[in-house]
């Protein structure tokens, strides 16, 4: 059964970035993402930068939690994922190429998967890559909240959905975090039966994101 969920999982979650991959932002305006990492605004009429430092005050504030005292230090980019070693454990056969690091709870009946790239892509990009993806691999897929957080004073857009695949209900929180030093994707999920019981162990992992400077 582990097996099976991680399989299902994992042709959910990961967000791929193709040559020329264009995506729809929050304001409507058309994204290309080059191959080489670069983007720009399809359109004459670039729109204002949706997010200031003053407006990183107004985002709901999460910080690290005092039992998460193991780091994950990515060697791509300048982010970390604290932990709470009692509750997760690091496997050392990442479940997927495309993660840097896996952890799983000590039952294997929760996944967390940190997924780092060196190209920085614009936070307006990243629901329209999510869903995309999402639509494309699952029988039906939907977000149930979308926000903007601020954890541990860095920005990060929070994504919980649900999808189906292959008959199986699966719940997904994304943290997503970019910036010229590249971009953080942290993705935890379970089946849908299951995210209930773990929301919280889910939670105190997400807010143990960092950026270490």
Known sequence: MKKAMILLGLSIITLTVCAQQGATTDNGKRVILNDNGTW?????VVPAPESTEADLATYPTFTK????K?????QKTNAGLWYNAALWKKSDNPFSEAAEFTLLTKN????CMVISERIQIPYEMFRDAVITNGKKTTSEFKVLNEEYRNVNGNKIKAITAK??????NFVFTYYL????KGTTQVVVYTSENLYAENKQRFEELLNGFVIIR
């Open 177 to 180: 975090h970019s910036s010229e």
């Open 65 to 68: 939690p005092a039992g998460s």
């Open 70 to 74: 193991a780091l994950l230090r990515s």
């Open 108 to 111: 294997s009946e929760a996944f």
């Open 163 to 168: 999808a189906t695949k292959s008959g199986v």
């Open 40 to 44: 720009k605004y399809d359109s004459l």
